[in-house]
Every structure is written in C-alpha cells, then in structure tokens.
C-alpha cells in the first residue's frame, strides 16, 4: 500500500517563495518517478514537475526556472521549491506517484498566490 502526505501549502504575495514536501510510505521509494501535480477548481489535474529515480528532473513550461523539484532517497521525500510565485499558480498541489497500472495521490496542499 502506497500513501502520499504533502505539507508546506500556504498564502504568499507575488514573487514570494514556498516549499512544499511529500513524504512517501510504501515500498522501494529510490527505483520510483515522483511528480507535482496541481489542480484549480473544475480543472483537470495538470504536471507541474517529476523526478525520476536517477534524479532527472522534467517541468512543464509555466514553472520553468522558477520551481525546482528534488528528492531525498534517504527520507523517502520529494520536494518542490516554487520562487518568484504568481497568482496564477495559486492551486491545490498533490505528490503522485505510478506504480503499475495505478495512480496514487496525496491528500494535497492549499497554495494562494495574493496580495
């Protein structure tokens, strides 16, 4: 059984920063691909980022050189440090992770973009 539990969601002004963390209980977290996914109300989920195993990391477009995504094989986590954070990113934002045929995700955490 596979759980994801995201933390680090909050409010930040424009051009602010936050990191969120995903912790993953399960098995053989160093061989699996981790994402970010984010979700606006009545919207599909959309990638943000994934990281693979071997640590290399894919971003959509819209994050490009603002959202870093890392991990920590050792505490079985996976980060995602967003800079330079607009209002246009204020989303729910989930870890996820595929194992076989299933997608799995976490509860998600709340990001507003304001002033």
């Known amino acids: 059984q596979v759980q994801l539990v995201e933390s680090g969601g909050g409010l930040v002004q424009p051009g602010g920063s936050l990191r969120l963390s995903c912790t993953y209980s399960?098995?053989?977290?160093?061989?699996?691909?981790l994402g970010w996914y984010r979700q606006i109300p009545k919207k599909e989920h959309e990638w943000v980022a994934f990281?693979?195993?071997?640590?290399?990391?894919k971003y959509v477009d819209s994050v490009k050189g603002r959202f870093t995504i890392s991990r920590d094989n050792a505490k079985n986590s996976v980060d995602l440090q967003m800079n330079s954070l607009q209002p246009e990113d204020t989303a729910v934002y989930y870890c996820?992770?595929?194992?076989?045929?299933?997608?799995?995700w976490g509860q998600g955490t709340q990001v507003t973009v304001s002033s």
């Open positions: 996820s992770v595929r194992l076989g045929s299933n997608r799995y």
């Open positions: 399960g098995s053989d977290f160093n061989s699996k691909t």
């Open positions: 990281i693979t195993s071997g640590g290399v990391q």
